[in-house]
């Protein structure tokens, strides 16, 4: 009863017209894209920064890997 007065309700569509016109609009009162780019990346290096021994030292441990495989594992070449 409960879940075919909700599938009911879902079914239909969204009327906008009862929306406030400012709800989700990009330009008049809302942030461009360019902007939410920025602040996107803003608060990353942020956090990148915060976390700078991590990402160092996660580094390193790639390119000792990366030595020790390309080093010491075998490769198969094809001498003809």
Not at 40 to 57: A, D, G, H, P, T
Not at 63 to 70: E, G, L
Request: glycine share 2%.
């Amino acid at each position: 009863m409960l879940a075919a007065k909700q599938g009911q309700e879902l079914s239909t569509p969204f009327d906008k017209r009862k929306s406030h016109p400012a709800a989700s609009t990009p330009s008049e009162y809302g942030v461009s894209k360019k902007e939410l780019l920025k602040a996107c990346f803003s608060r990353e290096w942020l956090l990148m920064k915060r976390n700078s021994f991590v990402y160092i030292f996660k580094m390193m441990q790639l390119i000792v890997v990366a030595f020790i495989a390309n080093d010491y594992l075998p490769t198969h070449r094809d001498e003809t």
